[in-house]
Structure formats: structure tokens, C-alpha cells
């Protein structure tokens, strides 16, 4: 079965510093990998998503920015801080059950908190 | 911008009544619709999907789609207090090749005894 795995879990960063997120997925290959955001209050936002190894789509300008090294490994990046980056951060997968329904599934998330 | 609208909430229901959650989307060509059920400080799980007009049910849960009024709703029946949660409705946007969703903002549930 599939499984997919984000760390750390929780992160208190101070403003200006740095950040490195990361998201693996177990028991599948090649799957479509997502990077969201849910701040305080708010809906769920896409960040970014891959369809493939070295493959990333950004949805909204930031100062954030997203990789994929391998091809069930995701991360999100921030080389500042800003105090409006703290949220948690979901990353998903999905599978595809026909050409056209793709499903997507959630890690458990990592909260951040930018002071 | 294309939206999903959901109703504001917090909807409460005793215990074992049937909670009814509402959403309402404005691309008239998503082709897929999803429910996501979010408990407090976690991650947000797939409860149910539903891509045709009509009713789909598992379980407890029923969901209800109409693409002509663009509505889908979730049933909830028996609710049981570990029910209780924020109920995410996403819906497919049109044109992609991939799978974008657009979320809702959420309806908050409460199951009371």
C-alpha cells in the first residue's frame, strides 16, 4: 500500500532564515506530487505541484520554491523566511483511477511557525 | 476565479441525526468532486469522491452531485461525535492536465451527545 511521509512535523523558524521541507511517498512510482498550504483560518492553496523528476509547476508567486530530486521525493524550499510563510504544509499524491479521475492523497503535514 | 462555496457553519447535530453539508462551484466544467473530512491539527483524508449526477453512498455517508445546478453535497447519517470535524469540499478545475482542486473554505461539524 501507499504511504507518504513528511518531516519534520512541526518547525519554529525565525524570520529570514531558511527552510527545507520534504515529502517521500512509499508504494508507488511516478505518481503526481503536490505541495499546499493551509494558513490559520484559511482554505487549503496550491502551491506547487510535479508530474515528474525535475518537473515543477508553480501556482502563486512567493518566495518559496519546490524540487524533485527523485521520483517520490518532493521539497519545498525558502532561502527567507517571511512571517507570512507560517501555515501548515501539506503535501499530497495522487493516483490516477482513469485517465481523467485523479484522486489525491495527504501526508499528515508539517506546521511551521515564522516568528 | 473559479470558486467553491461552502455553507459557513459550524453546523451542530445531536447524536445520531443527519448532518447535511452543502457546497456550490462555479466552473461548469470540473468533471470530479471530492469530500475531505479534517480533524483538528491534522491532515485532511478522502472520505468520499464522486464524478457523476446522483447519489454515491458508503456507509454513513451518501454524497449527492448535480452538475446542472453545480451543487454536490455530503449526507451524513447516524452522526456520532467522532464525526465531529471541518468537512473540505474540492472540486476538479476544467482544462488541466493535471489534477488541480480547488478546496472550499471548510464547514465545521459538531456531533454533540
Known amino acids: 500500500s501507499q504511504t507518504i511521509h513528511q518531516w519534520p512535523a512541526t518547525l519554529v523558524q525565525p524570520v529570514g532564515s531558511p527552510l527545507s521541507l520534504e515529502c517521500t511517498v512509499e508504494?508507488?512510482?511516478?505518481?503526481?506530487l503536490y505541495w499546499y498550504r493551509q494558513a490559520a483560518g484559511r482554505g487549503l492553496q496550491l502551491l506547487f505541484y510535479s508530474v515528474g523528476i525535475g518537473q515543477i509547476s508553480s501556482e502563486v508567486p512567493q518566495n518559496l520554491s519546490a524540487s524533485r530530486p527523485q521520483d517520490r521525493q518532493f521539497i519545498l524550499s525558502s532561502k527567507k523566511l517571511l512571517l507570512s510563510d507560517s501555515g501548515f504544509y501539506l503535501c499530497?499524491?495522487?493516483?490516477?483511477?482513469?485517465?481523467?479521475?485523479?484522486?489525491?492523497?495527504f501526508g499528515p503535514g508539517t506546521r511551521l511557525l515564522v516568528l | 476565479q473559479k470558486e467553491v462555496e461552502q455553507n459557513s457553519g459550524p453546523l451542530s447535530v445531536p447524536e445520531g441525526a443527519i448532518a447535511s453539508l452543502n457546497c456550490t462551484y462555479s466552473d461548469r466544467g470540473s468533471q470530479s468532486f471530492f469530500w475531505y473530512r479534517q480533524y483538528s491539527g491534522k491532515s485532511p483524508e478522502l472520505i468520499m469522491s464522486i464524478y457523476s449526477n446522483g447519489d454515491k453512498e458508503d456507509g454513513r455517508f451518501t454524497a449527492q452531485l448535480n452538475k446542472a445546478s453545480q451543487y454536490v453535497s455530503l449526507l451524513i447519517r447516524d452522526s456520532q461525535p467522532s464525526d465531529s470535524a471541518t468537512y473540505l469540499c474540492?472540486?476538479?478545475?476544467?482544462?488541466?492536465?493535471?489534477?488541480?482542486?480547488?478546496f472550499g473554505q471548510g464547514t465545521i461539524l459538531t456531533v454533540h451527545p
Open positions: 499530497a499524491w495522487s493516483v490516477w483511477s482513469s485517465w481523467w479521475q485523479e484522486t489525491q492523497y
Open positions: 508504494g508507488t512510482s511516478n505518481p503526481n
Open positions: 474540492a472540486v476538479s478545475a476544467s482544462g488541466t492536465s493535471y489534477g488541480k482542486l480547488t
